[in-house]
Structure formats: C-alpha cells, structure tokens
C-alpha cells in the first residue's frame, strides 16, 4: 500500500496536475456559492475537457470541482440565506442567523474548517475501509432503503418548529409534490394534466431554489430594498474565528456528523441533500440545548459542513470498489473513468492501482486547497454583506434563473423557480417551516420506488419489510422516534396551557 501511496502523489505532484487541482477546487466554490449552479453542473460541463488528459490529470480537475461545489455552498447560504447547493440546505439554519449577528466571519470560518474536517474523514475512510464498507453497503435492498427513508421522514417532527401540525403538513406538500410525472418502476404518468413539462416531474433544484432563494428575495424586498447602517454589524475575524475551546466542545458533533455524513453517502442515490439535513437534526435531538437551534450556534453548521463533504468519501466508495455511483456528481466520475478506458469495481485496485491511489492524492490535495482558497477569500466574502440591497436581489434573481435553465436547458424550469417562491413566500407568511417540504420532496420518491420494489420481490407481502433485520431496526428507530416526537409536543402543549 505505500508504494502505491507513493505512486498516486508522484503523478499528482507535477505542476499541470497542481494546476488543474487548483483551477477545478476555484471554479467548483465559484459553482457551489452560485444560487442555481451546483457541482454537478461544474463537473458535467467540464468533462469533456479531460477527453485529452491522462487519467489522473483528468480526475484531478473533476476531483476538484466536486470537492469545491460542495464546500462552496456554505458561503451563499451563510450570508445570503440562500443554500447554494441542496448540500448546504442546514447551512441557513444557523448560519445566516450568526451573519445577522455580526459574527459572519465566525460562522465561515466554523464552516470552512469542519468542511475540510469532514472531508478528510472521509477520505481516510475511503482509503482504509472502503471494501468492508461497500460490501455492508450490498446488503442493502429496497426493503433497507424504505426503512432508512422512513427513518429519516420522522426527522420532520424536528424541522416542524413550534408546531409539529404544520411541519407535517409542509412535509406532506413536499411528498406530494413528489408525486408529480412519471410513477417510478412503471411509468405511469401522474398529476400531469395532459402538460408533457409535467410528466419529467419538478427537479429539485428549482424547487430548493424557488423556496429557499426567491421566497427570500420576496420577503427582502417586502420590507425595504435601502440598506440601513445597522443591518451591517461590526465582525472581527481571528483567525478562523472561534476558539480552541469552542473547537474542543465540538469533538463529538464533529465525529457524529462524519459518521452519518460517510454511511449516508456509501447508500446510492442519497447524497448530501439528506445527510447534512439529518446530521443536523440529529445534533439538535443530541444537544443539551436543542431550544438555541436556529437562533446562530456553531453546533448547527458543524452538523451540516461535516455531515455533506463526508459524503464525498462515502460516495466515492461504491463507486470505486463496486461500480455503483453513490450520487449525482459520482456519477458523472463514473463516466470520467470509463473514458480513460477504467472500469471501477474490486479489479480496479488490482489492474490499477497507481491511478486509484493518485485519486485518492487528488482528494486530499483538493480537500486542502479547498481550505486554504476559502480561509483566504473569508474576508471577501463577507464583505458580500455590505452590498446594497437593490443591487444584490435582481444579480441573485438572475443567477438563480440562469441556474434554473441551465440544469436542463426548459424554461418550465424558470416558471417552476417562481411558483416554489411564491409558495415559499406564502407559507413563510403563515408561519409554516420549509425544510419539511425539501425533506418529504428528496425522500419520498426513495421511499414510494423502494416500496414498490420490496412489494414486487416479495410478491406483494409486507412481512420482509419488519422481519429482514437492518430494516426491522430502522423501523423500530422510526416508531421511537414518532412516540417521543408526539410525547414531547403533548407535553408542550400542556405547559403552554398551563402558562396562559
């Protein structure tokens, strides 16, 4: 394994390869902080460049742009309020509140590190424990995948605010929005209204686009596009801008989310879009303090950064060891391998070895550059804050509508962006929470094609769905869960009661 480890930095450490790391992890911040444009995007426009490199320059360049695009997203959805990427969906939560309270720089800074944190341990576990994992990985069919979907669907009583009705609801609203287009497994068209825009169904982008960015531009704007002197508070940065105390209190949320982040990762078709959301609902159900959640703590953003660049490692897993790609972005690698004449699977350690190590040279590389581009360009984002109101909107509403388009070149996507902001708008009015919509819209589709699979394989019965082991667990987790959410805002309820 060393001399291979060796191989794999002797062909990375040559300046074009340097160079091509270096451009792809810029370009990849740029792409991931860009309301609209996401690292898949940056890695699907740029693969045909590599048609001309050698396989490890070629992979560098891709290698950077996801490592970048992921990472990138925290910068828009701390300061703007806008995730950039459906990876960096938590970021808001609490990282936009720490903005508002001048502590910008901190909630960067928190951000860029545990990002690199996270992606490291990742990394690491990519190199040493990549073959168990992806074999555990295979015992996974549709009857685990339900169960794990299920799971996660309970997180929404977390999401759900002062009032557990309304978040399920909003849940409810992103599961049935999922319904819309072709049924999975059969095809069959649903909710279309005879429009063929309707039968490919919303994408998900323009709707976390939609809720998240437009939604927000519309309640900016209701308000006054002047900007006032004190919506700019002062900010200091040292450093990274928290302590080595602060640093220290995280150990565990840090350990935690990467955990969740890199398993959450090895399951194909899942990705970042959920594991920064359940990392980060599982460090407010862990937390001492789950009530300053969402009002600007540090534990928000370590959960979310840690949790999603993890997932890089974990998705790079199946993909290297069994052929599977565990997300979008990993699928377009998949194709960027298989033009340098690679096919990844247990034989491609073996026929290849120097190239799999240098890749993973290339992740840790990129992973540190990411680190070094963003602590160095901090200082500028945040200066992002200062821009006038008036000015900033209508760039970002074209962004986002560029980004919108761009995904699959249909103007549908454009109107989609608008509806899904004015509903956001709307249920941000009534005060309802729009997380659950983006948890019920990514997880419902997992859960309904999982179940149909499981009903198919077992012709029908629901009995494997509670008697294969992993999904019994998974399951059982989910009925906990349920209970203690529906325990707890009983007891709310009553000592609201109580007080009035």
């Known amino acids: 394994m060393f001399e291979l480890f060796v191989a794999g930095f002797s062909a990375v450490f040559t300046f074009k390869a340097m160079l091509l790391i270096t451009i792809g992890v810029a370009v990849g911040i740029i792409f991931g902080a860009i309301p609209g444009l996401t690292a898949t995007m940056a890695v699907a426009l740029c693969l045909p460049i590599t048609f001309g490199m050698s396989p490890v320059e070629g992979m560098s360049l891709l290698i950077g742009l996801y490592i970048g695009g992921v990472s990138g997203g925290l910068i828009s959805a701390i300061l703007l309020k806008i995730p950039g990427t459906p990876s960096s969906i938590a970021t808001t939560f609490d990282g936009h509140p720490m903005a508002a309270k001048g502590q910008a720089g901190k909630a960067l800074g928190t951000g860029i590190v545990f990002s690199f944190l996270g992606g490291l341990f990742s990394i690491l576990a990519l190199i040493f424990i990549a073959p168990p994992l992806a074999e555990f990985a295979l015992q996974f069919g549709p009857f685990e995948y339900f169960a794990i979907a299920i799971f996660s669907l309970t997180m929404i009583s977390s999401l759900s605010g002062n009032s557990l009705a309304k978040g399920l609801l909003t849940g409810f609203i992103g599961m049935a929005l999922a319904t819309i287009g072709t049924a999975p497994i059969d095809a069959y068209p649903r909710f279309t209204f005879g429009l063929d825009e309707l039968s490919a169904g919303f994408d998900l982008l323009p709707v976390l686009i939609g809720l998240f960015a437009i939604s927000e531009i519309l309640k900016t704007a209701e308000t006054s596009l002047v900007l006032k002197k004190d919506e700019i508070r002062d900010y200091s940065i040292k450093g990274f801008g928290f302590t080595m105390k602060e640093f220290i209190e995280q150990q565990w949320n840090f350990v935690r989310s990467s955990l969740i982040g890199t398993g959450v990762g090895i399951l194909?078709?899942?990705?970042?879009?959920?594991?920064?959301?359940?990392?980060?609902?599982?460090?407010?159900?862990?937390?001492?303090?789950?009530?300053?959640?969402?009002?600007?703590?540090?534990?928000?953003?370590?959960?979310?950064?840690?949790?999603?660049?993890?997932?890089?490692?974990?998705?790079?897993?199946?993909?290297?060891?069994?052929?599977?790609?565990?997300?979008?972005?990993?699928?377009?690698?998949?194709?960027?391998?298989?033009?340098?004449?690679?096919?990844?699977?247990?034989?491609?350690?073996?026929?290849?070895?120097?190239?799999?190590?240098?890749?993973?040279?290339?992740?840790?590389?990129?992973?540190?550059?990411?680190?070094?581009?963003?602590?160095?360009?901090?200082?500028?984002?945040?200066?992002?804050?200062?821009?006038?109101?008036?000015?900033?909107?209508?760039?970002?509403?074209?962004?986002?509508?560029?980004?919108?388009?761009?995904?699959?070149?249909?103007?549908?996507?454009v109107w989609s962006l608008f509806l899904f902001g004015l509903l956001g708008y709307v249920l941000d009015k009534f005060k309802y929470p729009l997380p659950p919509i983006i948890l019920g819209f990514i997880l419902g589709p997992i859960a309904e094609t999982n179940l149909r699979r499981g009903l198919m394989m077992s012709n029908g019965s629901f009995l494997p769905f509670v008697t294969k082991p992993i999904a019994a667990i998974f399951l059982a987790i989910a009925v906990f869960s349920i209970v203690m959410s529906v325990r707890k805002n009983m007891k709310n309820s009553k000592e609201k009661l109580q007080n009035a």
């Not at 460090?283 to 890089?312: C, L, M, R, W």
């Not at 026929?351 to 890749?359: F, K, Q």
């Not at 919108?404 to 070149?409: A, H, V, W």
């Open 268 to 413: 194909p078709g899942i990705g970042g879009g959920t594991s920064n959301i359940i990392a980060y609902l599982t460090a407010k159900n862990q937390s001492k303090y789950p009530e300053k959640f969402g009002t600007g703590i540090i534990d928000g953003i370590v959960a979310s950064e840690t949790s999603n660049n993890a997932s890089v490692g974990g998705a790079l897993i199946p993909l290297l060891t069994l052929g599977i790609p565990g997300d979008t972005v990993t699928a377009m690698l998949l194709g960027g391998l298989m033009i340098h004449g690679l096919t990844p699977g247990p034989l491609l350690f073996q026929t290849s070895g120097e190239i799999v190590y240098g890749i993973f040279a290339a992740l840790i590389i990129a992973n540190v550059m990411m680190l070094i581009m963003e602590f160095f360009g901090m200082r500028l984002f945040v200066r992002l804050l200062s821009i006038p109101k008036h000015i900033l909107l209508p760039v970002i509403i074209s962004l986002c509508v560029v980004g919108s388009f761009g995904l699959n070149n249909r103007v549908f996507d």
